[in-house]
């Protein structure tokens, strides 16, 4: 295998294995979204509190999934 | 002009999806080129009287502004001087009734005594951040730009000096008032295939040419072995090989004509193919490195410029390279240096408004040496404040790469779907509506809330101000 062929492949296999990471952004979106649904269902008053909150919480997590789809990115466009 | 286009827009819309199945069948789709910083325009779009290069996010980003001046404009002009009560309707509206609810919000989450500070700083980043992330969805952005070619430099090590990598894509089609674009009649090349193409057809053409040569040796042969036939069959053998200088001299007199016109044929075929390509407007261009014309790199890091059009593409000189767009303006937002400086913007007010608020005493959060020598415990709040001191500069990377990261991953996600179906990318423009909103409203709603924090005392003294606002 040529040089050129080499580090194209590397570069797919890390830029996927990054965004391995972007799985536990999911399961931490899921489950604020899942019980902040089930408080609003159960207490709708408090609806804006909530919904607040579950924003903050929803972009803290989804940060965790840019930051490892950054990775990938520099690691596709970025890296030589 | 309300009712003129009442129960006409399905029209439009008819006929923006028939123009785009024209598009998708007529042009095809370009490989998008995909870089992360944002590109530098071609020189002679400096900034005036320097020699700063400009870039596209910076374009997007000065539209930003004039299109906030703009818009801030307006609202003011048609806003109620005399504090009627009539509704002015429209889009003011509209605007007045988002203001009001995002009023509203930021006051149930930072309703204290510096709301104003608060809500301003978040108006402001909230608009600058949802322009430049809708911006993505207008059509000609990211798109319409500057055609170079398809180039890449690499710093060759061995012998010290750049070299220029040309690459596959599609040549260029040169049409109505010179606009160039890429065109279904023009082809996808490569400039290894074309030359190794060139490569083929000389052989081809060697081929030929000694095809022809020996076909003019077996025939003088078989003429002189009919020749020696008729005469004396026994000398036949010495004939053949007594003549063989012979048929040396009819070789070279077969070169000269026969066999020379057929390595013509085959060579002015391959030229013919060439030239059709060109005679169909599409182009390309000479690949000029600009190292070769006593051009000095100062360093090895150093932004090159796009290679030019070559003035004359139909010249024989001209090389076969392909092109791609370097887009006149892309979206702000997926440049380092917007959100990046949006977030150190964010987190410099972040302090501001907790000295503000609790004057100097806000600087104990981060160096807590109060308690060291009175409680058992004291170390631990020296290693919190420390703590919180990283945090605040994590905040800054947190904050310019959820931006970045979004909306960069959002251009490449339109590219890429233009790309495969270049019909229907609707949906994707839909997602990219809400994910530019979520993105803005979650920016800004973090440096609300990181200002209400640094404005509530850790001494938990006043903590009643903010238990009001709930």
Not at chain 2, 35 to 52: R, V
Request: hydrophobic share 50%; proline share 5%.
């Amino acid at each position: 295998m040529d040089p050129q062929s080499t580090i194209i492949l590397g570069k797919a296999i890390g830029a996927g294995l990054a965004m391995i990471g972007a799985a536990g952004g999911g399961i931490g979106i899921g489950l604020s979204v899942g019980g902040a649904v089930q408080a609003m269902g159960r207490n709708p008053d408090h609806t804006p509190t909530i919904q607040t909150n579950m924003i903050l919480g929803v972009a803290f997590a989804e940060a965790v999934a840019i930051y490892a789809l950054v990775v990938s990115l520099i690691i596709l466009f970025v890296l030589n | 002009m309300n009712s003129f286009w009442n129960g006409k827009r399905r029209y439009v819309a008819l006929l923006l999806f028939l123009a785009g199945v024209f598009v998708a069948l007529e042009v095809p789709p370009v490989i998008p080129f995909i870089q992360l910083p944002g590109e530098n325009l071609p020189s002679g779009y400096n900034i005036p009287f320097t020699d700063m290069r400009i870039t596209n996010t910076l374009v997007a980003a000065v539209i930003v502004w004039i299109l906030l001046l703009l818009f801030l404009a307006y609202i003011a002009r048609r806003r109620p001087k005399d504090g009627s009560e009539v509704p002015p309707g429209g889009f003011y509206n509209m605007f007045e009734a988002l203001y009001e609810g995002l009023m509203g919000f930021i006051s149930g989450i930072a309703g204290g005594a510096h709301f104003r500070l608060i809500f301003n700083m978040f108006m402001t980043i909230f608009l600058i951040v949802l322009l430049s992330n809708w911006m993505s969805l207008i059509p000609g952005i990211d798109t319409v730009g500057f055609i170079h070619a398809h180039t890449k430099e690499k710093y060759d090590p061995a012998t010290e000096e750049y070299k220029v990598i040309t690459t596959d894509g599609y040549e260029i089609y040169q049409g109505f008032l010179g606009i160039s674009y890429v065109n279904g009649q023009c082809d996808w090349i490569s400039p290894a295939d074309e030359a190794a193409a060139d490569e083929a057809a000389l052989a081809n053409a060697e081929a030929v040419r000694l095809a022809a040569i020996d076909e003019l040796a077996v025939k003088v042969a078989y003429a002189r072995y009919q020749a020696s036939h008729d005469g004396h069959g026994d000398d036949a053998t010495e004939e053949g090989a007594g003549g063989h200088g012979d048929d040396d001299h009819a070789e070279e007199a077969g070169d000269s004509d026969e066999a020379s016109a057929a390595y013509d044929e085959v060579l002015a075929a391959r030229e013919a193919e060439k030239q059709a390509r060109r005679d169909r407007d599409c182009y390309t261009g000479v690949a000029i490195s600009p190292w070769e014309d006593g051009y000095e790199p100062s360093g090895k890091d150093e932004k090159k410029e796009p290679i030019p059009l070559h003035p004359d593409p139909g010249s024989a000189e001209a090389k076969r390279v392909p092109w791609v767009v370097l887009p006149l303006v892309r979206v702000a937002s997926t440049d380092l240096n917007m959100t990046l400086t949006l977030a150190i913007i964010a987190v410099v007010m972040v302090q501001y408004v907790g000295v503000k608020a609790l004057g100097i005493g806000y600087l104990t959060k981060f160096f807590n040496f109060g308690t060291l020598f009175k409680s058992p415990l004291g170390g631990i709040d020296v290693a919190v404040g420390l703590l919180e001191l990283i945090g605040d500069f994590a905040k800054i990377l947190s904050f310019s790469f959820r931006l970045l990261g979004a909306m960069f991953a959002g251009a490449i996600l339109l590219f890429v779907m233009s790309f495969l179906v270049p019909i229907l990318p609707w949906p994707f423009f839909i997602l990219e509506f809400f994910v530019g909103a979520i993105q803005a409203l979650v920016f800004a709603l973090l440096t609300a809330i990181f200002m209400n924090l640094a404005t509530i005392s850790h001494h938990h003294d006043d903590d009643h101000d903010h238990a009001e606002a709930h």
